[in-house]
């Protein structure tokens, strides 16, 4: 059973443990950025597709994990790209490639707070049409 620690992290966002006492507060997911609210490619105006890639954290309240990238997609996006929890940090920051997300994903996991467990490895996800 996911306990709340009654610690934050320096983003303001609540720390939890899992049933085999691992500390978390962002499992953080990459997912491609540029679609509409109904998945759909968006393009430039001359019809290409310039896909770019987003980390969004699937970790929401009471330290539950969002499954349904479609729809976690949606959520951020209706809140501005705000992180949900914590200090509503601005998450719009864009990257070229999954690989490039990724590398940022790691990075912003080592800037936690020492002493802090770090995110679980970044999960690529490409939205489906």
């Not at 009654?6 to 507060?25: A, F, L, M, N, Q």
Request: positive net charge; without cysteine.
């Amino acid at each position: 059973m996911t306990k709340f620690t009654g610690k934050k992290t320096k983003h303001g966002r609540p720390i939890y443990v899992d049933e085999d006492g691992r500390e978390y507060s962002e499992r953080q997911v990459t997912v491609e950025f540029d679609r509409d609210e109904k998945g759909i490619p968006i393009t430039d105006k001359d019809g290409e597709y310039k896909g770019r890639w987003i980390n969004l954290p699937s970790v929401i309240d009471g330290g539950k994990e969002m499954t349904n990238m479609d729809h976690l997609f949606l959520i951020y996006k209706r809140n501005k790209f705000k992180d949900i929890l914590g200090n509503k940090r601005d998450l719009k920051k864009l990257y070229k490639s999954a690989e490039e997300a990724s590398r940022a994903s790691e990075q912003h996991s080592k800037s936690l707070d020492k002493g802090q467990t770090k995110w679980e490895k970044n999960i690529k996800v490409k939205l489906v049409d």
